[in-house]
């Protein structure tokens, strides 16, 4: 074959081939079309399937996936989700305790929540579009809780990490002696839980938290002072401020009170010089020491105390004697003075006053219970002096009782105990009854009175007209007496 012929017969044959390359690729092409076809047609009608028996594609429900899930095991999920999510709780960037809603007590309304997926599946279908973006449908995420695994899982013992906790530290009142003054310490608060704000926190938090991206969120709540119990007494509390004050003003009370002490028109003072060494001050409060008011009370009456102690009696003759049997004087009552010494501190004022006495004469001056006012008898010399005010009002000659044992005038110094006009004397020992119309008793059924009856009076009359203890007196006389003096006018016989 020459090489024209040959050459004719390859181009030939080269074309052929090429036909056949075509032909092939054609057959390719429209396989694959045809099955690219057939997985569109596949992939709607897997979409078509996917919509109508589940959920959808490209689902998320309040953050979560459910794509291609039906509402019952979109439910199952959701629950399982919820009750496996964690809450954290931080406490200065540190965890310190982490639990899941369903240890808290918590899980969803499965009913609920399958008939709101039901509802949103529903909608899918009716909405269907192919080859839809993500989207994140929202249910109502209608919560039920066992309170007590709530209780039980949020108690202080479960929060660790801050080592031992601190109580809270409650405000006080303390006294500061470099004012003088009481002042309230603000309370101080310790980082110990308390579990009811706990619990209250908690509940409000996850409430807040079921939104509609639930599942997404991570749920972390800081410990801090808005969870720590609170001191039981605050800086501002009511109570503890009227106390300061209180405490205050009882302070400035005692350190301002003053008493003066009349004694006639001699006195004594008792102010802060003496008192405020009676004070016991703590940051409890103000005491005053009563051993050491007590003590002044003694001292008080051992130098203005006149009655029950034999007296110094200077005589109109000029002599001094002593006067036992003395029941005629002052006697301060020491239980009460105490006592309202205690009281006029607390007051506050300045009081002017005389002691509280448990026996009072008629007047006096300092020691001088007499203060010039005072029937003076001797007996010896069967006569009386009647001063008032320091001036000699009378004298006169008398008869006392006749000396012996049974009748003789007793000695000492008496208040005269009341006055009558008239009155009646009588005796069923001695078979007398007489009728006086001056009658001044002292003591022990003796007295003075006018004795008409008497021819005269002095000397030695009495020892053998002497009366039955009384002091007989000539009636002018008895009556200058008995017009001048008052109950309770000292008698001084010796």
């Known amino acids: ?54 959920m ?20 199952e999920t959701l629950s399982s989700a919820f009750e496996s999510k964690q809450l954290t709780y931080v406490e200065n960037g540190n965890t310190v305790y982490t639990v899941t809603l369903g240890n808290l007590g918590y899980s969803l309304d499965q009913a609920d929540l399958l008939s709101q997926l039901e509802q949103i599946m529903e909608e899918h279908q009716q909405n269907w579009k192919l080859f839809r973006g993500r989207e994140n449908d929202v249910v109502i995420l209608n919560v039920q809780r066992d309170d007590q695994k709530f209780s039980d899982a949020l108690t202080e013992g479960n929060f660790s990490g801050s080592g031992e906790r601190v109580a809270s530290q409650s405000a006080s009142i303390q006294y500061d002696s470099q004012q003088d003054t009481y002042v309230v310490i603000r309370d101080q608060l310790g980082n110990q839980i308390d579990e009811g704000k706990l619990r209250q926190y908690t509940e409000a938090y996850v409430g807040q938290s079921l939104d509609d991206s639930f599942f997404k969120n991570n749920l972390q709540i800081e410990v801090n002072e808005n969870l720590y119990k609170a001191a039981e007494v605050t800086a501002d509390s009511t109570e503890l401020n009227e106390k300061a004050a209180e405490l205050n003003t009882l302070l400035s009370n005692y350190r301002n009170a003053s008493i003066t002490y009349t004694f006639g028109s001699v006195t004594e003072v008792l102010n802060g010089e003496t008192t405020g060494a009676w004070l016991q001050i703590s940051d409890d409060g103000i005491t005053v020491d009563e051993a050491q008011v007590q003590s002044y009370v003694e ?50 004022e300045a009081v002017t006053r005389e002691p509280v006495y448990e026996k009072a004469g008629l007047s006096r001056n300092g020691t001088d219970d007499l203060n010039g006012s005072y029937i003076e008898v001797s007996l010896s010399q069967q006569h009386l002096w009647l001063y008032k005010d320091g001036a000699l009002v009378t004298e006169t000659d008398i008869i006392s009782g006749l000396p012996t044992p049974e009748r003789a005038t007793y000695t000492g110094a008496y208040p005269i105990a009341y006055k009558a006009s008239p009155f009646t004397l009588s005796s069923e020992e001695y078979g007398y009854e007489t009728t006086v119309q001056y009658w001044m008793p002292f003591v022990y059924g003796q007295g003075l009175h006018d004795a008409s009856w008497q021819s005269s009076f002095g000397g030695d009359a009495y020892k053998t007209r002497g009366s039955h203890g009384c002091v007989n007196l000539p009636p002018d006389e008895a009556s200058i007496i008995y017009n001048t ?10």
């Open 1 to 54: 074959m020459s090489k024209e012929k040959k050459r004719k017969n390859g181009i030939k044959e080269s074309g052929k081939k090429s036909r056949n390359q075509k032909k092939k690729l054609k057959g390719v092409l429209t396989a694959c079309i045809v099955i690219l076809v057939l997985l569109v047609i596949g992939l709607i009608a897997y979409e078509i399937v996917v919509n109508t028996k589940t």
């Open 56 to 75: 959808g594609g490209n689902i998320t429900v309040n953050g979560a996936n459910v794509s291609r899930l039906t509402p019952e095991k979109a439910s």
């Open 299 to 348: 001292n008080l009456a051992g130098k203005y105390n006149t009655i029950y102690v034999p007296r110094s009696f200077q005589t109109t003759g000029g002599g001094v004697i002593e006067v036992s049997n003395n029941e005629y004087g002052y006697r301060i009552d020491q239980s009460g003075e105490v006592q309202q010494i205690l009281t006029d501190l607390k007051s506050g």
């Open 485 to 494: 003096i008052e109950g309770g006018y000292p008698i001084i016989l010796y």
